[in-house]
């Protein structure tokens, strides 16, 4: 099948779960409702202000986390790689840890508290990560260049001390708020608007619209340094550029939604088994292909024990423990992103 078949299959399918995805739970709701967006009615309310909005967050997400994936496993030129490799997710989770711990709402009610609680978490979590893209970024700089396996390395090392810190402020916090902070770093989009599916739409078309300018290096890259080098490419310059519009969109996207994995990792992969490794195609096939996995995936997680809710980060993982061993017994490695 051609490149561009497969790109046309995977757009009718993003706009069908676009479309059919706020439907999926809502019983015999008549289709009327659609065109009620004012409509009085409980199931207009639920349509447009919950559903609609968590479906179209899902896929921004989606496809950002997706796309975040890619440009990490060509730039380390590994499939194994995710959007989470540098620390982004976990310094975005101990911003919003060390809010819950802080409890500034606290004995608080209302609509208005509410928004500002998720305000605050989020805006925490944003901190945070852009507290962990500074250290990757001034360890990596510290030695003479930038070389992946040096931002590498700081990445982990960032990644496990924040860790540490998690659990520290975790354990420090009374039992309501220990299970609010564990209940964020399970990932989710439970109270999803319009405002918030705005600002991922900011960070995914911002990375994205990098990405997109960056993909012929991005195919060098991944073919080698020292080639991409010898066909004129600023090595080290791109590699900032990509480290930091991948870092700061992943975040924007863990801010809002938490540390939802394995987008990352499944959906780059599947879209280069259908569509080559060549990013000019790849990425506009990974981008509706994440989004259309996560939307699905947080279907699911939405229905399967109604009327309560998984958070879909747990979904994700069930998912891609076992996608991850796949790729490691099958011998994922540099050779499987040319």
């Known amino acids: 099948m051609s490149k561009r078949r497969v790109l046309a299959l995977l757009a009718v399918l993003a706009l069908a779960v676009l479309a059919g995805a706020p439907l999926l739970g809502m019983g015999t709701m008549p289709l009327s409702v659609i065109w009620q967006p004012g409509g009085d009615t409980m199931e207009a309310e639920v349509f447009w202000r919950l559903r609609l909005p968590r479906v179209l967050l899902a896929f921004?997400?989606?496809?950002?986390l997706a796309l975040g994936g890619m440009s990490f496993q060509a730039l380390f030129r590994n499939a194994l790689a995710t959007p989470f490799t540098l620390g982004v997710a976990s310094g975005a989770s101990l911003g919003a840890a060390v809010y819950v711990r802080l409890d500034l709402l606290s004995g608080k009610s209302g609509g208005l508290f509410l928004f500002l609680e998720r305000l605050g978490v989020s805006l925490f979590a944003l901190l945070g990560a852009l507290l962990a893209i500074g250290l990757v970024y001034g360890l990596s700089r510290a030695r003479r260049g930038f070389s992946t396996s040096t931002m590498l390395l700081a990445g982990v090392a960032i990644s496990f001390f924040f860790s540490s810190l998690i659990l520290f402020v975790q354990y420090t916090s009374d039992f309501f708020n220990s299970f609010r902070i564990l209940r964020w770093l399970m990932g989710g989009l439970s109270g999803a608007d319009y405002w918030t599916a705005l600002s991922v739409l900011v960070f995914t078309c911002a990375g994205g619209l990098v990405l997109l300018y960056l993909s012929r290096e991005?195919?060098?890259?991944?073919?080698?340094?020292?080639?991409?080098?010898?066909r004129g490419v600023d090595v080290n310059r791109i590699k900032i550029i990509l480290f930091l519009a991948v870092s700061l969109m992943v975040g924007g996207i863990v801010a809002v939604c938490g540390p939802i994995g394995f987008?990352?990792?499944?959906?780059?992969?599947?879209?280069?088994?259908?569509?080559?490794?060549?990013?000019?195609?790849l990425m506009p096939a990974t981008f509706l292909f994440g989004g259309v996995f996560l939307t699905l995936c947080d279907a699911v997680a939405r229905v399967l024990f109604a009327p309560t809710e998984m958070p879909v980060g747990v979904l994700t993982a069930f998912l891609g423990g076992p996608f991850f061993l796949w790729l490691l017994l099958r011998g994922a490695s540099e050779k499987s992103i040319l």
């Open 60 to 64: 921004l997400a989606g496809a950002g």
């Open 218 to 230: 991005l195919n060098l890259l991944a073919t080698g340094e020292d080639l991409a080098a010898s």
């Open 263 to 281: 987008v990352g990792l499944m959906c780059p992969h599947i879209c280069r088994l259908l569509i080559g490794p060549d990013h000019r195609h």
